[in-house]
């Protein structure tokens, strides 16, 4: 598979980069703690004291030029972990420091200065583009509000469109229900890209086409990022495709990671359960792999409850006395520092029984 | 799976449209769209017409008539409609009936158009911004709009006129703070709906400032669903214009309105019905062609 080779454009960013502040050892992204609640409507004489946990104390950091990838089922917080880094949702705590400056603090970067290093790229393909705006019109959007003359947006928007490989001859006027769904998505990355951002959250972006046009899209993901060094956070539930496009995947499990580590580590020697219930629960080519059954069964529980100790435990087949009891804290292995998992049964004198796999 | 390079395919229409600016045809843009599919509503365009026709015809009534509305003749008193002179007959002053029709169009039309103008500003914006606000800034404009919601307007704009006094201007004003709550709460309710879009959260991505990103993205979005509301009450703020008039709060006599004209004539409804029906007629056409012209936009702009 070939992509388009755009020329080399004087006005987009080439390799080596002038706004690198902190040096080729600070990450781009360092996330500590972050937590969401977000309280359940109650009526105005009850007030509700429940609240749902989405995203629960979580901490990560992603180096300059790599892409993490973060997997996880339906509900455990990957999105809102998103929303609250772009500060479209607030966080209720934590500390967000992008590229060695604290964002929204006295000396810190503020937040806009944060949403224009860093853009996100939506699941839906067109819900994420105004139906009343020319497509060159939602890509200029961004860069004229922060004041680029009309002119010399649209330029910019006709470049970038060229650069996702759309002929901005012929889609720069048109309008988002005129284009397919590959289409629209090269739009929403070419509007990302418009705010020459240093790092880009790709929420489920791919997910919604269907597979030959989900691999033009990732391959051109792939292109763009060596060409305008961007630093990716993928977010997916499809396993395949984030193996394919990350160097580290983190996988979360109702609001809290799971457990972090480089790609062909954790999926070759994944350590908690639940990514190997999530690992052996992708469809194989291979019928003499075939299972009957399920990896993992049952939902997730309810993240205004969750389980006390690991959240993990009621689906867990390892959980014992102690999983019930202390949160198992996301912990380095001593074999292997960059491979972190939160699971009492790996980590030494928990007090779990016994170590299920050797590392 | 090789993509060639984009600038090397040249389609038909680039090398037909080559050295011409990059529009080059391809935009078929959404009011393009629009247009074509009014164009093809023949209900719509029906309504129009009549409605063309009246609004010309009390802009140039001085033109289009041939006799004193004020003139009142007492051996000519309704006449029936056909007589010699007066088509439509005369009231019960034995004034033209076509003429002061012609004129009350004015009165009537521009008590329609006025207080729904006034209202979509302004109750526009009250909800467009409690809608993209949200939060403690809706709960106070949407809770106030609600105080307003619970008399019914009727009631409420004979209130009001009431307590300013009779006379045109404070029969409008009354309407317009009638109409204010409901273009709320539908302009509410659109932009609410807008707001939760990706796009607009996209928008929000780039750090744009609020207002930016109300005008060139809620805005365009919601003026359709809103001015198709606001031409359904232009038929609303006629009859009530008239309702205002036949209780005598808003325009007085001698001055030609239909709703007045409907008011004075009901007397003679046993001895000359045709003419004392007239002034409703009127009122009827026009409520029920924008009624159904505004059906017709609504028609021609759902389309997504």
Redesign the interface.
């Known amino acids: 598979?070939?992509?388009?080779?755009?020329?080399e454009n004087p006005r987009l960013p080439v390799s080596a980069d002038p706004r690198d502040r902190g040096g080729p050892m600070q990450p781009m992204l360092l996330v500590e703690d972050l937590k969401k609640h977000f309280p359940i409507k109650g009526s105005l004489f009850s007030p509700s004291r429940a609240v749902v946990k989405a995203v629960d104390g979580v901490s990560f950091e992603v180096a300059k030029g790599e892409t993490l990838g973060i997997v996880g089922e339906s509900g455990c917080g990957k999105s809102t972990t998103a929303?609250l880094l772009?500060h479209?949702i607030q966080p209720d705590a934590g500390t967000i420091v992008f590229d060695g400056d604290p964002v929204g603090v006295v000396r810190g970067i503020p937040?806009?200065?944060l949403?224009?290093n860093m853009?996100?790229v939506?699941q839906?393909s067109y819900?994420?583009?105004?139906?009343?705006?020319?497509i060159a019109d939602?890509i200029a959007?961004?860069p004229k509000?922060?004041g680029l003359p009309k002119s010399e947006a649209r330029e910019r928007a006709r470049d970038l469109l060229?650069m996702v490989?759309?002929?901005?001859?012929?889609f720069?006027?048109?309008?988002p229900?005129?284009l397919s769904g590959g289409q629209r998505q090269r739009v929403?990355i070419a509007?990302a890209l418009a705010?020459h951002p240093r790092l880009v959250i790709l929420d489920e972006s791919v997910s919604a086409l269907d597979k030959?046009v989900e691999a033009?899209v990732l391959n051109l993901l792939v292109s763009l990022k060596d060409r305008l060094s961007l630093t990716y956070l993928f977010i997916s539930h499809d396993l395949n495709v984030v193996q394919y496009v990350s160097d580290r995947v983190m996988v979360m499990y109702l609001g809290r990671v799971a457990e972090i580590g480089p790609v062909e580590r954790l999926y070759e020697a994944p350590q908690h359960p639940y990514t190997r219930a999530l690992l052996s629960s992708r469809p194989s080519m291979d019928p003499r792999r075939r299972v009957s059954v399920p990896p993992l069964s049952g939902d997730p529980p309810n993240p205004v409850n969750p389980p006390s100790g690991c959240r993990f435990r009621t689906r867990c087949p390892l959980a014992e006395a102690v999983c019930a009891e202390i949160e198992p804290p996301l912990a380095a292995l001593p074999a292997f520092p960059a491979h972190k998992v939160a699971c009492h049964a790996v980590a030494a004198a928990s007090g779990h029984s016994g170590t299920a796999v050797p590392v | 799976?090789?993509?060639?390079?984009?600038?090397a395919?040249r389609?038909v229409?680039?090398v037909l449209n080559a050295g011409r600016p990059?529009?080059?045809g391809?935009?078929?843009?959404?009011w393009a769209g629009v247009r074509r599919r009014l164009a093809r509503d023949r209900v719509t365009i029906v309504c129009a017409a009549i409605l063309f026709v009246i609004l010309a015809a009390a802009i140039f009534a001085p033109y289009v008539t041939w006799a004193d509305p004020y003139k009142t003749s007492m051996i000519r008193r309704l006449l029936p409609p056909g007589s010699p002179n007066h088509i439509l007959g005369t009231d019960e002053l034995g004034r033209d009936m076509f003429t002061r029709l012609v004129y009350g169009g004015r009165i009537s039309l521009f008590t329609g158009f006025m207080p729904v103008f006034v209202a979509t500003v302004i109750g526009g914006t009250l909800g467009v911004l409690a809608g993209y606000l949200g939060g403690r800034s809706n709960m106070l404009i949407m809770r106030v709009m609600d105080v307003f919601y619970a008399f019914p307007s009727v009631l409420l704009a004979v209130a009001i006129s009431g307590a300013l006094g009779a006379g045109l201007v404070n029969g409008l004003v009354a309407m317009s703070l009638v109409f204010i709550a409901p273009v709320a709460r539908v302009s509410e309710t659109v932009a609410t709906q807008v707001r939760n879009?990706?796009?607009v959260?996209?928008?929000?991505?780039?750090?744009?400032?609020t207002w930016?990103i109300l005008i060139?993205?809620i805005l365009?979005?919601v003026l359709g669903p809103i001015l198709i509301y606001a031409s359904s009450l232009i038929s609303v703020a006629i009859v009530l214009a008239s309702g205002l008039s036949f209780l005598g709060l808003g325009v007085s006599p001698p001055n030609a309105d239909w709703g007045l004209m409907l008011n004075t004539l009901r007397q003679s409804i046993y001895v000359a019905p045709v003419n004392a029906i007239l002034p409703g007629v009127m009122i009827f056409v026009t409520s029920m062609c924008f009624n159904l012209m505004s059906d017709g936009l609504r028609a021609a702009m759902d389309v997504?």
């Not at chain 1, 720069?172 to 309008?175: I, L, V």
Request: proline residues 7%; hydrophobic residues 35%; aromatic residues 6%.
């Open positions: 598979m070939t992509l388009a080779v755009v020329p929303r772009m479209l937040v806009d200065e949403q224009r853009q996100m939506f839906d819900a994420s583009l105004n139906p009343r705006l020319p939602s959007f961004g509000s922060h060229g490989g759309l002929n901005p001859r012929l720069a006027e048109r309008y229900h005129e929403n509007r705010m030959s033009q | 799976m090789a993509m060639a390079e984009p600038a395919i389609t229409s680039e990059a529009r080059a391809v935009s078929r843009s959404y879009e990706d796009f959260e996209a928008a929000r991505a780039t750090g744009a400032r930016r060139e993205h365009p979005n997504r």
